[in-house]
């Protein structure tokens, strides 16, 4: 899950950040949850925040706002605490663990690829289909798809 791009993306822009900000962040290669919640040394709740101003302001370009300070803050937080819990989880698993649910964003990627991984095998056996329903009519026709003339 926080190897997504699409997962940090979907937080990202939820937390009130703009896509001019995401794709500063996602130039500089910060555009997974793993790669962000270690980005700098800075730990959510600590005195000095200099670190993660500094990083920020690398990304950005310039000092953020008070408002794009206050989302970053955030954005860097809920990725400390998911990192920290899924370390946890990976170190503290047992066979008994119950399964874990993926992310709307993740599962929606996920699905994307499928579909553009299998795409054409779909084709082929839709062609396959229409080709035995010909046979069982007793029609032997012959059914030309030039879209599908290799299935790999």
């Keep these: 899950m926080t190897a997504l791009t699409a997962v940090f993306k979907k937080i990202f822009l939820e937390v009130g950040l703009t896509e ?6 996602n130039a500089e290669g910060l555009n997974t949850m793993g790669t962000f919640a270690f980005a700098c040394n800075y730990a959510p709740g600590s005195a000095d925040e200099r670190p993660l101003t500094t990083l ?7 000092a953020p706002s008070t408002k794009e300070m206050a989302c970053i803050r955030r954005l860097f937080s809920e990725a400390y605490s998911t990192i920290a819990a899924d370390i946890r989880s990976k170190v503290e698993a047992s066979d008994e663990a ?3 649910k993926l992310a709307p964003a ?3 990627q996920r699905l994307y690829e499928q579909q ?5 095998q ?9 080709q035995m ?3 069982i009519r007793g029609r ?3 059914i030309c798809d030039l879209g599908c003339l290799c299935v790999a």
């Design 20 to 25: 001019a900000n995401f794709e500063a962040f």
């Design 116 to 120: 553009q991984r299998y795409q054409r």
């Design 133 to 135: 329903r010909e046979c």
């Design 122 to 130: 779909f084709r082929a056996w839709r062609l396959v289909d229409r």
């Design 106 to 108: 993740e599962r929606s």
């Design 98 to 100: 119950a399964v874990k």
């Design 56 to 62: 920020a302001t690398n990304i950005l370009g310039a």
């Design 140 to 142: 032997q026709n012959f």
